[in-house]
């Protein structure tokens, strides 16, 4: 018989920062090759990247405990190349070096002299590790709600989503003038909720409609049982609808001196605060609410 690993909040954690650094990076790449006078928001990314990321992984080793007693383990996962894991790791550590090393030239007033292949290279790299985290879960076959191939790709719109929001937010707080200027950039990060509620829909009917009871198991704590509240309020309407409705708002029935004033800046700063708290919520739920099959050892 095997037995599946069951995670909680501080993986939950782990795959909420991993995605939202890798989805930071992107987003800096991108203004680095679209906008580079947005120096300073390129810099927020280069910067909320390594961190994030980082601080994930020390949760990750923190809830390996098992690791630390034999750290021979941690070695271990890159002899594997069929493994998702051990991809898992090759992407994080070739990552994590090149999101440090840009980050520190950044830092040391070279950000324009980092090689555009540098900054493509860490950018391919972040969305691996955002598609890394749904595939990870995938890992446990034995619960519909992970094994499904949607939940990759909900992962990678949520860590791009959540990405961008980060530095959007610090970009508010830091560079207003900046902020102001990437018009398209907003409206792109506008579309990425819609999307997102459009992919959980999608997976929690495909995961209903599993042969095993299981499924629509996990589905139902969602929608009806224990993690129904967290669900609808915490992620549904904080994570998706809230910031949905004052984007739309801001970015198209607002006259661009509303958009460009305080207010404005304040209802967008409010709207990405929500995103993250929704893309937090959302790994924690899809942990909390999986529900393994059920499996009958016949006595012989």
């Not at 203004?31 to 992984?57: E, N």
């Not at 076959?141 to 939940?151: D, G, H, Q, S, V």
């Not at 992919?199 to 042969?211: D, G, M, Q, R």
């Not at 967290?230 to 904080?238: D, E, Q, S, Y």
């Amino acid at each position: 018989m095997t037995f599946e690993p069951v995670w909680g909040v501080i993986i939950g954690l782990y795959l909420f920062l991993a995605g939202l650094g890798g989805g930071a990076y992107a987003a800096s790449a991108y203004l680095r090759l679209k906008m580079p006078d947005c120096v300073h928001m390129i810099r927020y990314g280069r910067v909320i990247a390594p961190v994030c990321v980082i601080v994930g992984l020390v949760l990750l080793m923190v809830d390996a405990t098992a690791g630390f007693h034999n750290p021979l383990r941690f070695a271990l996962l890159l002899t594997n190349f069929g493994s998702v894991m051990t991809w898992g790791v090759v992407f994080l550590a070739l990552f994590v070096v090149i999101a440090l090393v840009v980050a520190v030239m950044d830092l040391l007033g070279r950000g324009l002299k980092v090689p555009v292949w540098l900054d493509v290279a860490g950018a391919v790299l972040g969305i691996c590790v955002c598609v890394y985290t749904g595939c990870l879960l995938g890992v446990a076959k034995t619960f519909p709600l992970w094994n499904n191939a949607l939940l990759p790709v909900l992962f990678l719109v949520s860590a791009v989503s959540t990405g961008m929001s980060a530095v959007l937010l610090a970009a508010i707080v830091g560079a207003p003038r900046e902020f102001d200027r990437v018009t398209g950039f907003k409206k792109f990060h506008f579309f990425l909720p819609v999307a997102e509620l459009f992919l959980v829909a999608s997976l929690l009917f495909v995961t209903a409609s599993n042969a095993e009871s299981a499924g629509a198991a996990s589905v139902a704590n969602l929608m009806s049982g224990n993690c129904a509240v967290a669900f609808w309020l915490v992620f549904i309407l904080i994570g998706l609808i809230v910031p949905t409705v004052i984007e739309w708002r801001v970015l198209f029935f607002s006259s661009v001196k509303e958009e460009e004033s305080p207010g404005g800046h304040l209802a967008s700063g409010v709207s990405d605060v929500c995103i993250l708290i929704g893309g937090c919520a959302l790994r924690l739920l899809v942990l909390a609410a999986a529900m393994p099959i059920t499996i009958v050892q016949p006595w012989i």
